[in-house]
């Protein structure tokens, strides 16, 4: 069965960085890619990016060029998404999604919290 | 960028009823890739529909999609409880893979 783990909950201050991990199982990883996905409380989806397994290739939105990195370590069959210089507005649950085209497995979600 | 409308933004249905949501793009998307997902509190989206029309697995034959171009329907026949939730359509044609802003599906 093919499942994504993500990291826990954290708790970040303003300015700081915050890694997500987010394990995948069940599938052969480097076949498809991930994206990541962000909801903010109370709002809508939105997406941050996608990674390629297969070669790192890497495409980020506008908004978050210069302040993320999606990387993956296909030893582990897992991906990561860092993200620089919190500010309040980055509050928000993380998802990562297996992704050829549509995103049809999901992880659990990572809340990420900034506050001072 | 392609911009996702989804109207109506709430729409209030009693179980058995049909629910007719739609999600227009500001341009065409490519080959129909659109999609759509279901959202319950405290969940992770869930892939409903892909290609516009195409059921995802499990997904029971109640939900349907349609359209092309830049006009896109999700429809879903005699609706069940656990059907009343948050639903988004995405394109995945063009980079960036933007989201509508949902549409929200409430017991009347």
Same mark, same amino acid.
């Not at chain 2, 999609?35 to 989206?45: N, S, T």
């Not at chain 2, 009343?84 to 989201?99: D, E, I, M």
């Given at each position: 069965?093919?499942?994504?783990? &993500? ?11 915050? =890694? ?12 498809? #890619? /991930?994206?990541?996905? =962000?909801?903010?409380?109370? &709002?809508?989806?939105?997406?941050? #990016?996608? /990674? ?9 939105? &506008?908004?978050? &060029? #210069?302040?993320?990195? $999606? !990387?993956?370590?296909?030893? !582990?069959? !897992? ?7 919190? =500010?309040?507005?980055? !509050? ?10 549509? $995103? ?13 | 960028?392609? +911009? ?24 065409? +998307? ?15 989206? *869930? ?7 195409? *059921? ?21 026949? *005699? ?6 939730? +948050? ?22």
């Amino acid at each position: 069965q093919v499942h994504l783990v &993500q990291s826990g909950a954290e708790v970040k201050k303003p300015g700081a960085s915050v =890694r997500v991990s987010c394990k995948a199982s069940g599938y052969t990883f480097t076949r498809y #890619g /991930i994206s990541w996905v =962000r909801q903010a409380p109370g &709002q809508g989806l939105e997406w941050m #990016g996608w /990674i390629s397994p297969y070669n790192a290739n890497t495409n980020y939105v &506008q908004k978050l &060029q #210069g302040r993320v990195t $999606m !990387t993956t370590d296909t030893s !582990t069959s !897992t991906a990561y998404m860092e993200l620089r210089s919190l =500010r309040s507005d980055d !509050t928000a649950v993380y998802y990562c999604a297996r992704e050829q085209g549509p $995103m049809d497995v999901w992880g659990q979600g990572t809340t990420v919290t900034v506050s001072s | 960028e392609i +911009v996702l409308t989804q109207s109506p933004g709430t729409l209030s249905l009693s179980p058995g009823e049909r629910a007719t949501l739609s999600c227009r793009a500001s341009q065409s +998307v490519s080959s129909s890739y659109l999609a759509w997902y279901q959202q319950k509190p405290g969940q992770a989206p *869930r892939l409903l529909i892909y290609g516009a029309s195409s *059921r995802a697995t499990g997904i029971p034959d109640r939900f349907s999609g349609s359209g092309s171009g830049t006009d896109f329907t999700l429809t879903i026949n *005699r609706l069940e409880p656990e059907d009343f939730a +948050v639903y988004y359509c995405q394109q995945y044609g063009y980079s960036p893979l933007h989201f509508g802003r949902g549409t929200k599906l409430e017991i009347k």
